[in-house]
């Protein structure tokens, strides 16, 4: 915990009801305080950080001007939240944000009744705003909701979606645009030229709005005014398309200058109707490392906060996302096919090094995974080789475009999914849970879960060759440093590999869980499979394995319900075989954050208790195989 001492103001706010008995002119002393108490809480326990250093100003102002949490305040892609934390009584433990029983890195409505939406995926805030002012509304109710929507959320169709709809229906309710020209990486895409000029418009916007004041409505000069008002908004800010969708605009206004925010929010608070705000704020605002190098401190682990990011050594072993990182370059030069896509995860991607090589065949379509998947089946339809670079959560957000768009058509897009499996800190919002469930019920989808480092490369050769739609799911870190072959070799596809012959027990292995399996295999004397194949099954394998054991075990660090492991048992009812199986995967549950480790753990997959599960659901064959290997 931090010492108080230094913050005297900060001290005094354990809710926004404290915050609301501060006079305006103490507000900045709050702000200048909260940030340094942000910097020092995340520089000793690690978390997003730029983007909450950007947002401070707009914290307290909001926390200030609304009735929280009577006034509903919904944020947008949360890790901006850290400020709202610790303003909405949770200062004193914001230190053990994204540790295994401490706060939630992003806001989580069982967590705190200020948290009025869960949100980690970007682009929901306006939806759900819309949601609660359509519903207060019915109910008679006049509290007041805003979203906060920045960090590229702006960018996703979601978000226009939510405000087509909202101009429509017409709520009281108010959107904060928190324009930072950023994402993780820089925002891309014409909205941000857009924003641009708008940047660039605010003297046209402060001398519009003192003529407004000066010019009665009603007179001749005031209607004159208003026409050309439209036309000169057309020309020169983004007005016109936010209110042509139904939203008064206001904007832009300096994000950092209190009193500015204070009197943007009393006066659009007191405004009916749909209203926008646009706010420019700076990320990393006020720690000077951060602000030059934004994508940098996006995110840190612990460091000096006086010396900045410690620079980091050279990783011992290759995380997959650096394998795939490498292999698209390679792949590229050897095949001028190859289109890289992703949706704004340029680094956690590791897209980084194709970006600068192939700058030609790069494209990040910003926060916007259901036209990143549909963009990959257009460029197929005319015999580009397109990749689309996701993690696993985020792929859940282009469902429909992976079954409708590919897969029915049987094209050639190949899937690298990052983050698969258990992600850890970043908890259930961000959790891989559930990829190989819902892509193995597609038709035409190959699927390929490696267990090593080597043969996720090979995996991917393999995917990107087969003239058809296919799926290379890989974790989150480093693996267990196999040597790696520079060569794109390929597998044959749905063909297992059998690790180890032993018997009683089998053991099917799918991705990372083989490292724990082997352990527990050469204790029974049990045969290990690398199933490496998730569709199609390598179904010869298994049938023989089944004639020749007492038991099944499947392992995967995906959902159990319909997962690589009910793959398997369908593949024995449907040829009549009945089979003691026990599947070990993650439960029915979404999974806290904490490390991976824990997280393994509190799933059940740690290497004590896949030996203790399988003791207990097979007390003969194991005990035989023990004393037998004893």
């Known amino acids: 915990m931090n010492d108080l001492s230094r913050y005297p103001h900060l001290a005094t706010i354990e809710t926004p009801a404290d915050l609301r008995r501060v006079a305006d002119d103490e507000l900045p002393a709050v702000a200048d305080e909260l940030r340094q108490y942000l910097i020092e809480s995340v520089a000793s326990s690690g978390g ?41 009584g949770r200062r004193d433990r914001i230190t053990t944000i994204k540790k295994k029983d401490g706060l939630a890195p992003f806001p989580r409505r069982a967590e705190s009744e200020y948290d009025t939406f869960g949100v980690g995926h970007s682009s929901t805030s306006i939806s759900a705003a819309l949601g609660m002012a359509i519903a207060a509304q019915r109910q ?42 950023m994402s993780i990486s820089e925002n891309v895409g014409a909205l941000t030229k857009m924003m641009a000029r708008a940047m660039a418009s605010q003297r046209l916007n402060e001398w519009r709005e003192r003529a407004k004041r000066a010019i009665p409505k009603q007179s001749f000069f005031g ?34 200058n209190m009193p500015q925010l204070l009197q943007a929010l009393r006066t659009v608070k007191q405004l009916p109707g749909p209203q926008l705000l646009h706010v420019v704020t700076t990320k990393g605002k006020g720690y000077a490392p951060a602000e030059q190098a934004q994508i940098k401190y996006h995110a840190v682990g612990p460091f000096d906060p006086q010396a900045g990011l410690a620079k980091k050594a050279a990783a011992a072993k290759p995380t997959y996302t650096d394998i795939f990182g490498d292999w698209l370059c390679d792949m590229a030069a050897a095949d001028s096919r190859l289109l890289a896509i992703t949706p704004a995860m340029r680094e956690g991607s590791g897209l980084v090094r194709f970006s600068k090589e192939y700058p030609q065949r790069y ?13 990959a089946a257009g460029m197929a339809c005319e015999g580009a080789k397109p990749v689309v670079a996701i993690y696993s959560t985020f792929l859940q957000r282009a469902y ?44 035409h989808m190959v699927i390929m879960a490696p267990a090593d480092e080597n043969e996720c490369r090979a995996m991917l050769t393999t995917a990107y060759q087969h003239p058809g739609p296919a799926a290379v799911r890989y974790p989150r870190g480093v693996g267990s440093g196999v040597a790696i072959h520079h ?64 038991a099944f075990v499947t392992l995967e660090d995906n959902a159990v319900a319909g997962g690589a492991g009910s793959a398997v048992a369908e593949c024995l009812a449907a040829n009549g075989i009945t089979l003691p199986i026990l599947h070990l995967g993650l439960p029915d549950v979404y999974l806290e954050h904490g490390s991976r480790e824990e997280v393994l753990s509190m799933a059940g997959l740690d290497l004590p208790q896949i030996r203790e599960a399988i003791r207990l659901r097979f007390p003969r064959l194991t005990a035989t195989h023990v004393a037998h290997a004893g």
Not at 50 to 65: D, I, Q
Not at 234 to 253: A, K, N, Q, R
Not at 363 to 373: G, L, N, P, S, Y
Not at 508 to 520: D, Q, Y
């Open 140 to 181: 008679g109710d006049h509290r007041k909701v805003v979203a906060v929507i920045g960090d590229g959320a702006m960018t996703a169709g979601m978000a226009f979606e939510a405000l087509n709809h909202g101009g429509d229906v017409e709520p009281d309710m108010l959107v904060v645009f928190n324009d930072n020209g």
């Open 487 to 550: 060569e794109l070799e390929t597998l044959p596809i749905g063909k297992a590999q059998r690790r180890r012959r032993g018997h009683g027990l089998a053991l099917l292995s799918f991705g990372a869980m083989l490292e724990p399996a082997a352990v527990i295999a050469a204790e029974l004397d049990a045969t290990l499979v690398n199933m490496r194949f998730v569709k199609p099954l390598d179904e010869a394998m298994i049938l023989e394995l089944a004639q020749t054991h007492d």
């Open 223 to 256: 209607r004159l005014f208003k026409n050309w008002e439209e036309h000169a908004k057309g020309m020169f800010v983004p007005s016109t398309l936010f209110e042509e969708l139904g939203f008064h605009y206001t904007g832009p206004i300096d994000g950092h």
């Open 363 to 375: 494209f990040d379509v910003a926060i916007a995974e259901q036209h990143a998947v549909t963009l």
């Open 48 to 88: 997003h950080f730029g983007a909450g250093l950007g947002v401070v100003e707009l914290t307290v102002a909001l926390h200030r001007v609304f009735d929280t949490p009577r006034d509903r305040l919904v944020w947008d892609v949360g890790h901006q939240c850290y400020p709202h934390k610790i303003l909405t």
């Open 400 to 443: 429909d475009q992976a079954i409708h768009d590919v897969a029915l058509q049987n094209l050639d897009v190949t899937f690298a999914i990052d983050r698969a499996g258990v992600v850890g800190p970043d908890g259930a919002t961000h959790a891989g849970s559930f990829d190989l469930t819902f892509l193995r019920c597609l038709p």
